[in-house]
């Protein structure tokens, strides 16, 4: 089974990384242990990741019953891995001599010494070149695990709405307030709210990583990684009273590691515009987990990581007062300009002989309640309202509704707005130990 070889790996690294090297080596520096520790590591993580090392419903194993072809191609990598940590310890602890070390032939001494040649220092030696076939094994684990592990992005946040962030509301709804005194208080609940089912999203996140990597002992590096943080975009003295409804939830939902915790935006304070979280340096290597969702992921810009923490974050919401729809979430700014476009960007004309327009539904249905009370009592209200609106001419200026701010066209409206969203949608995000911000 796969959890069987990935048991067999583990041993395998622990008692290479514990063995002891032969003092003959030539070259130490062939294979460091410090870098075994280091794919040990990669190794673990992978594991962790994808369930590797269960047993029952919740491993690898039954997760690929019907793939075939990716659990062998996993069983083969992870023998291979095994097959190379083995030749590793044999040679370090001097029990095999590598080729490249071993002494020339008798028939190679007898040679003419005017044609003997000096060893091709430009070849790898035999230690260095399983040390790459490690590394490459990971690599390619990793890169499977993309594939394997990512569930569709509707199923990620539907099982999210089980977890419980409804503590962080307050301090949400109070953030969205503070940045923007003048809007509407129905805005600032609707966008305060989206903001802690981001919070959910990333707790739920966090909890099942730690549920799949149960049973996995991690170092130090791992553990690392997953301390907790404190909330740095609440308010110092709100910090404690946060705290401590978090500590009175039950221990199983609990957050252990404060993913949940907010931290990544500017002060109210502070003009400019939050900062996206630097590209982790493990995207160096090839695929890595994301610290935020605990994805697998294969990225390598920064314009691609941005990309993909909005896909996390989902930062756009509609924020006109009659929209049927105030909780669906846009993970694109397309998707949810184009709803705007097609939903909210509308004038109504009363077709009823007064001709009057209005440039929101309620205030149509406020006037034909006051001045056509027969018709707003029909059954055919809907068709009749159908037949009122009209598209409101794309040129015409809008008011944000989040600082009032005029805005010429329906571009720079969804630019405007967009923008908005993004800084508090950022908001949500956990800040990780040692990250530092760079400029957007």
């Known amino acids: 089974s796969i959890a069987k070889n990935v048991s067999a790996c583990l041993q395998s690294f622990d008692s290479l990384s514990e063995s002891d090297e032969s003092p003959e080596r030539s070259d130490p520096d062939d294979m460091p242990l410090l870098k075994v520790k280091s794919e040990l590591s990669r190794f673990k993580v992978w594991s962790a990741n994808i369930g590797a090392h269960r047993?029952?419903?919740?491993?690898?194993?039954?997760?690929?019953?019907?793939?075939?072809?990716?659990?062998?191609?996993?069983?083969?990598?992870?023998?291979?891995?095994?097959?190379?940590?083995?030749?590793?310890?044999?040679?370090?602890?001097?029990?095999?001599?590598?080729?490249?070390?071993?002494?020339?032939?008798?028939?190679?001494?007898?040679?003419?010494?005017?044609?003997?040649?000096e060893p091709d220092s430009s070849t790898p030696s035999e230690l260095s070149q399983i040390f790459a076939s490690i590394v490459e094994d990971i690599n390619c684990l990793l890169r499977l695990s993309v594939s394997i592990r990512n569930p569709a992005p509707h199923d990620r946040f539907k099982k999210s709405s089980l977890t419980d962030t409804s503590h962080f509301e307050p301090f949400d709804v109070q953030h969205v307030r503070t940045k923007f005194s003048t809007a509407s208080s129905y805005v600032v609940e609707r966008l305060g709210k989206a903001i802690s089912r981001r919070r959910q999203y990333f707790k739920y996140r966090e909890m099942?990583?730690?549920?799949?990597?149960?049973?996995?002992?991690?170092?130090?590096?791992?553990?690392?990684?997953?301390?907790?943080?404190?909330?740095?975009?609440?308010?110092?003295?709100?910090?404690?009273?946060?705290?401590?409804?978090?500590?009175?939830?039950?221990e199983e939902d609990a957050s252990d590691t404060g993913r949940s915790q907010t931290s990544y935006a500017t002060s109210a304070a502070n003009a400019e515009r939050p900062k996206i979280p630097t590209l982790p340096q493990e995207a160096e290597n090839g695929p890595f987990e994301c610290p935020f969702c605990f994805l697998m992921i294969?990225?390598?810009?920064?314009?691609?990581?941005?990309?993909?923490?909005?896909?996390?974050?989902?930062?756009?919401?509609?924020?006109?007062?009659?929209?049927?729809?105030?909780d669906q979430d846009f993970q694109r700014r397309y998707q949810w300009a184009d709803h705007v476009q097609v939903y909210h960007w509308k004038i109504w004309t009363c077709s009823l002989g007064c001709n009057q327009t209005f440039t929101s539904l309620k205030d149509m249905k406020r006037h034909l309640a006051k001045a056509h009370a027969a018709a707003s009592k029909s059954s055919h209200l809907d068709s009749l309202l159908t037949l009122c609106s009209r598209p409101k001419p794309t040129n015409d200026p809008a008011q944000c509704?989040?600082?009032?701010?005029s805005l010429p066209t329906l571009k720079h409206y969804q630019r405007h707005v967009g923008r908005h969203q993004e800084d508090l949608a950022l908001f949500a995000l956990p800040q990780l130990p040692g990250d530092e911000d760079e400029g957007d």
């Not at 509704?401 to 701010?405: A, F, G, I, N, V």
Request: glycine letters at 2%; proline letters at 6%.
């Open 208 to 250: 099942h990583h730690q549920k799949m990597a149960s049973g996995l002992e991690t170092d130090g590096e791992v553990e690392d990684a997953l301390q907790s943080t404190v909330a740095s975009s609440i308010p110092d003295h709100l910090k404690q009273t946060a705290l401590d409804i978090t500590n009175s939830l039950d």
């Open 401 to 405: 509704p989040l600082c009032d701010e």
């Open 55 to 117: 047993k029952g419903r919740s491993s690898l194993d039954h997760r690929l019953r019907d793939a075939s072809n990716i659990r062998n191609q996993v069983l083969r990598l992870l023998q291979d891995l095994a097959e190379s940590l083995s030749d590793a310890k044999v040679i370090l602890t001097g029990d095999i001599t590598p080729w490249d070390e071993e002494p020339l032939s008798s028939d190679e001494d007898d040679s003419d010494d005017d044609y003997a040649l």
């Open 298 to 326: 294969s990225i390598n810009s920064r314009r691609l990581w941005k990309k993909h923490l909005f896909a996390d974050l989902r930062p756009y919401v509609c924020v006109s007062p009659d929209c049927p729809a105030p």
